[in-house]
């Protein structure tokens, strides 16, 4: 059964349809070429600010909480230095506790 379409526009479409799909293909590509360059650019601006941000802050919270963890660091240090000492103190009280139960055990 006849489609009812010239065969000349039939083909005639099917050519213009290749040559626009062509054309786009060209466009897309030019697109991408033209915004790639761009896209790293910018990745590399934002990369640079945000190194340069994050400096910022290092510096903003050494001047900030300096002092504070100083004193943290002070205060976490002496209660090493007492828990060592009464660990100390522990240990001579129970050989004193030994010494003892050994001169009770031989008294008995």
Do not use: C, W
């Not at 526009?9 to 915004?35: D, G, P």
């Not at 360059?37 to 400096?55: F, G, H, Y």
């Amino acid at each position: 059964m006849p489609s009812g379409v010239n065969s000349m526009v039939e083909l005639f479409l099917k050519h213009e349809v290749e040559r626009y799909q062509k054309k786009l293909a060209r466009q897309r590509l030019t697109v991408k070429q033209t915004y790639m360059p761009r896209n790293r650019m910018t990745q590399d601006m934002i990369s640079e600010k945000v190194s340069i941000l994050q400096k910022h802050l290092l510096e903003y919270n050494k001047v900030t909480f300096g002092r504070f963890m100083q004193n943290l660091t002070k205060e976490y240090e002496k209660l090493i230095k007492t828990n060592h000492q009464i660990r100390h103190e522990i240990d001579t009280m129970k050989k004193q506790v030994r010494k003892i139960e050994k001169k009770l055990a031989s008294m008995s």
